[in-house]
Nanobody, 131 residues
Framework: QVQLVNSGGNVVLPGQALRLSCTGWGLTLRKASVTWFRQAPGKEREGVSCISSGDYSTDYSTKYINSVKGRFTVSRYNPNNTVYLQMDNLKPEDTGLYFC????????????????????WGPGTQVTVSP
């Protein structure tokens, strides 16, 4: 069964950090482009960051929305079949359900995208940033 598993969400204070995980089961994330989304209560889902497929740290590309640039970092660790979202200096407006989505067998040259259709979705992990 092909699935993505999310973890790492928590309740934190503004300025603190979290690292979210997106682990693949039944699929090889090294060959997938992966996108992180978030959805806050009463708001539409938005793409936060994405990472292309790739084998080594210099072999993939990333994208971020403006509001998280310089604070969030997306990366992959292929031996664990996991993509991470490191979130530093969290703000209350970062609160929401964070989940990942993947498209499989995407060449590195295709990059990644933060909208459109995706083959596999994770269930999400809740991030709450509150004083």
């Amino acid at each position: 069964q092909v699935q993505l598993v999310n973890s790492g969400g928590n309740v934190v204070l503004p300025g603190q950090a979290l690292r979210l995980s997106c682990t693949g089961w039944g699929l090889t994330l090294r060959k997938a482009s992966v996108t992180w989304f978030r959805q806050a209560p009463g708001k539409e889902r938005e793409g936060v960051s994405c990472i292309s497929s790739g084998d080594y740290s210099t072999d993939y590309s990333t994208k971020y929305i403006n509001s998280v640039k310089g604070r969030f970092t997306v990366s992959r660790y292929n031996p664990n079949n996991t993509v991470y979202l490191q979130m530093d200096n969290l703000k209350p407006e970062d609160t929401g359900l964070y989940f990942c989505a993947a498209n499989i067998d995407v060449p590195v040259s295709a990059g990644c995208r933060m909208e459109g259709s995706f083959a596999v979705w994770g269930p999400g992990t809740q991030v709450t940033v509150s004083p």
